[in-house]
């Protein structure tokens, strides 16, 4: 019976092949009677891009919108292509997202273009776009992937009841669809309801022939119920079936919970080697070592580990071992002066592990300080001694100039809260200035242009020292940081003390460890009476929360 179905297969396999050399055939003659027809062209690319020709494809297309820059079937599968070939290009996502919008603006109606929109933004880490053009596809033709995709994105925004109404739409209207039930079992898991995970992801696996996505989800519905071995035996499997890292680390973490620890040091094992023969990115090395890491009982296994690494590893690949091995060190032992940081990319790696810590429950309040004091002591202390006097003029009643630091002046959370103290700001009485350490631009950063009455400067590319010096010429009299530890900040900036009076603010509650920032503003609720111990600047309690301010300049 296998071998009649496999013999079925490839004979539909090469049915479909020589319909697609057909139709290729027969799109290419039609383009060359007519090389100027934008529907030729259109349907000509299409085929490339169905066959993952996506070079062609592209050209294709290109040649139709020159034809006909309003042909929306055109924007939309350029857009798509774009999107196929980005990788981890995140300018080549946003250029697919403006062709998705040519699309819906050149033709209305068209779902595929509000579906494709919202998967992207899904892509993009931007739900609440997801959701706006998922439930715009939606109310033009129902799909059971679409309503997958926007429950998954109400998920992300931690909307679960709209999220389970979206799920349990697409299983009444498509039950023989498996995308709503594998995502509605993660979301069981998600709230703790193991047996009805379970019951999702078997359906899952009954409609998909057991998918390897199916798969995952019901172990990990199994691990949720405390089955774990159950769940082990569901891992193994995967790993016979496709030899990927992932699947390696899954099951030496299962097998870390069943405390079969060198058991999971060989998954582990086998996992890397696996990834090394692929030749990826070496980012399960970290998951792996932090798993064994977060044990002080388990460290030797995570040196072993490491250990089993060949002994010549490509350039980017050895130097994220060693950001590792430091990882190690400094989560587990805290021996700081024995394995003191010093490069300019430890900086960074440091500056993580304190966001790390943050969000820890591992670790008590004094250590946390303690951490963010040692940062201050090897990084930024040095600027402190070199920086030179300010030369502010101290004149009674003169404009006030203020700069805020963020990369976020962009749709995000950080932006819905600062937006209402940048916007009330008496621009008799305050020049504000905003420095942008991002390169995305969205309605937000066009928004936030507008309340700088003193500056707008987009940093990111500039050198800490080029900032400061920046910041020093536009005389800025207080300096805002809003981002703390958090990605892609410019602590650094503030070591240098470019403005005589720095302050903390909303995006890192947390203390920086820096003497070099002045004040931090927070509240009764954050920073309960008794915390000035723990933080090295002079906190200022708002009355209420410290999210939500009011101005008196």
Same mark, same amino acid.
């Given at each position: 019976?296998?071998?009649?179905? &496999?013999?079925?297969?490839?004979?539909?396999?090469?049915?479909?092949?020589?319909?697609?050399?057909?139709?290729?055939?027969?799109?290419?003659?039609?383009?060359?009677?007519?090389?100027?027809?934008?529907?030729?062209?259109?349907?000509?690319?299409?085929?490339?891009?169905?066959?993952?020709?996506?070079?062609?494809?592209?050209?294709?297309?290109?040649?139709?919108?020159?034809?006909?820059?309003?042909?929306?079937?055109?924007?939309?599968?350029?857009? &798509?292509?774009?999107?196929?070939?980005?990788?981890?290009?995140?300018?080549?996502?946003?250029?697919?997202?403006?062709?998705?919008?040519?699309?819906?603006?050149?033709?209305?109606?068209?779902?595929?273009?509000?579906? +494709?929109?919202? #998967?992207? /933004?899904?892509?993009?880490?931007?739900?609440?776009?997801?959701?706006?053009?998922?439930?715009?596809?939606?109310?033009?033709?129902?799909?059971?992937?679409?309503?997958?995709?926007?429950?998954?994105?109400?998920?992300?925004?931690?909307?679960?009841?709209?999220?389970?109404?979206?799920?349990? &739409?697409?299983?009444?209207?498509?039950?023989?669809?498996?995308?709503?039930?594998?995502?509605?079992?993660?979301?069981?898991?998600?709230?703790?309801?193991?047996?009805?995970?379970?019951?999702?992801?078997?359906?899952?696996?009954?409609?998909? #022939?057991?998918?390897?996505?199916?798969?995952?989800?019901?172990?990990?519905?199994?691990?949720?119920?405390?089955?774990?071995?159950?769940?082990?035996?569901?891992?193994?499997?995967?790993?016979?079936?496709?030899?990927?890292?992932?699947?390696?680390?899954?099951?030496?973490?299962?097998?870390?919970? &069943?405390?079969?620890?060198?058991?999971?040091?060989?998954?582990?094992?086998?996992?890397?080697?696996?990834?090394?023969?692929?030749?990826?990115?070496?980012?399960?090395?970290?998951?792996?070592?932090?798993?064994?890491?977060?044990?002080?009982?388990?460290?030797?296994?995570?040196?072993?580990?490491?250990?089993?690494?060949?002994?010549?590893?490509?350039?980017?690949? #050895?130097?994220?071992? !060693?950001?590792?091995?430091?990882?190690?060190?400094?989560?587990?032992?805290?021996?700081?002066?024995?394995?003191?940081?010093?490069?300019?990319?430890?900086?960074?790696?440091? +500056? +993580?592990?304190?966001?790390?810590?943050?969000?820890?429950?591992?670790?008590? #309040?004094?250590?946390?300080?303690?951490?963010?004091?040692?940062?201050?002591?090897?990084?930024?202390?040095?600027?402190?001694?070199?920086?030179?006097?300010?030369?502010?003029?101290?004149?009674?009643?003169?404009?006030?100039?203020?700069?805020?630091?963020?990369?976020?002046?962009? !749709?995000? /959370?950080?932006?819905?809260?600062?937006?209402?103290?940048?916007?009330?700001?008496?621009?008799?009485?305050?020049?504000?200035?905003?420095?942008?350490?991002?390169?995305?631009?969205?309605?937000?950063? !066009?928004?936030?242009?507008?309340?700088?009455?003193?500056?707008?400067?987009?940093?990111?590319?500039?050198?800490?020292?080029?900032?400061?010096?920046?910041?020093?010429?536009?005389?800025?009299?207080?300096?805002?940081?809003?981002?703390?530890?958090?990605?892609?900040?410019?602590?650094?900036?503030?070591?240098?003390?470019?403005?005589?009076?720095?302050?903390?603010?909303?995006?890192?509650?947390?203390?920086?460890?820096?003497?070099?920032?002045?004040?931090?503003?927070?509240?009764?609720?954050?920073?309960? !009476?008794?915390?000035?111990?723990? /933080? /090295?600047?002079?906190?200022?309690?708002?009355?209420?929360?410290?999210?939500?301010?009011?101005?008196?300049?």
């Amino acid at each position: 019976m296998n071998e009649l179905t &496999q013999n079925v297969n490839k004979m539909l396999a090469g049915k479909q092949k020589q319909l697609t050399q057909q139709a290729t055939h027969h799109a290419q003659k039609a383009v060359k009677l007519a090389p100027n027809n934008a529907g030729f062209l259109t349907t000509l690319a299409t085929i490339y891009r169905t066959t993952h020709q996506y070079q062609e494809a592209e050209k294709a297309y290109r040649q139709a919108l020159k034809q006909n820059p309003e042909e929306a079937i055109a924007l939309d599968g350029l857009g &798509q292509t774009l999107w196929r070939l980005a990788g981890k290009g995140q300018l080549q996502k946003e250029m697919a997202e403006t062709y998705f919008k040519q699309a819906i603006a050149a033709n209305p109606n068209l779902e595929i273009a509000y579906f +494709s929109l919202a #998967q992207l /933004s899904l892509e993009l880490d931007n739900a609440e776009q997801a959701v706006f053009y998922g439930n715009q596809a939606l109310a033009r033709h129902p799909g059971a992937s679409i309503f997958a995709t926007v429950g998954d994105a109400y998920q992300r925004l931690e909307k679960y009841t709209e999220a389970e109404h979206c799920y349990q &739409q697409g299983i009444q209207q498509f039950p023989d669809h498996s995308s709503c039930y594998k995502l509605y079992a993660d979301l069981a898991i998600e709230q703790e309801n193991p047996q009805q995970a379970k019951d999702l992801a078997h359906k899952a696996c009954a409609l998909t #022939q057991n998918d390897v996505e199916s798969l995952v989800v019901l172990a990990k519905a199994y691990e949720a119920a405390g089955e774990l071995a159950t769940a082990e035996n569901i891992y193994t499997g995967l790993t016979n079936q496709a030899s990927l890292p992932g699947y390696y680390y899954s099951l030496a973490a299962n097998q870390v919970k &069943q405390g079969q620890e060198k058991a999971a040091l060989e998954m582990l094992t086998q996992g890397m080697r696996v990834e090394l023969e692929r030749q990826e990115d070496t980012i399960y090395l970290g998951i792996y070592s932090a798993q064994f890491a977060s044990d002080w009982r388990l460290f030797s296994h995570a040196t072993e580990i490491l250990k089993q690494l060949p002994s010549q590893l490509p350039t980017e690949q #050895q130097a994220y071992v !060693e950001q590792v091995v430091r990882m190690i060190l400094l989560r587990i032992t805290g021996e700081y002066s024995k394995h003191p940081i010093h490069a300019e990319d430890d900086i960074v790696l440091y +500056s +993580s592990y304190l966001l790390d810590m943050h969000y820890s429950p591992e670790y008590t #309040q004094e250590e946390v300080y303690t951490a963010h004091c040692e940062f201050d002591r090897l990084f930024t202390q040095p600027f402190i001694l070199t920086s030179t006097p300010h030369k502010n003029l101290l004149e009674k009643g003169r404009q006030l100039r203020v700069g805020y630091i963020s990369e976020d002046f962009r !749709e995000h /959370s950080v932006a819905y809260f600062i937006e209402s103290v940048l916007s009330s700001h008496d621009p008799e009485k305050v020049a504000v200035f905003c420095y942008y350490n991002n390169t995305h631009q969205d309605a937000v950063t !066009e928004r936030f242009k507008g309340y700088c009455n003193g500056g707008w400067r987009d940093c990111m590319e500039w050198t800490d020292d080029e900032l400061a010096n920046i910041i020093r010429r536009d005389k800025i009299d207080f300096l805002v940081d809003l981002m703390g530890h958090t990605g892609k900040n410019r602590i650094l900036v503030f070591a240098r003390k470019p403005a005589p009076v720095q302050m903390a603010y909303l995006g890192y509650s947390d203390t920086t460890g820096l003497t070099a920032i002045d004040y931090r503003l927070t509240d009764a609720y954050v920073e309960p !009476e008794g915390a000035e111990q723990f /933080s /090295s600047e002079q906190l200022l309690r708002m009355p209420d929360s410290y999210f939500v301010i009011n101005l008196l300049i």
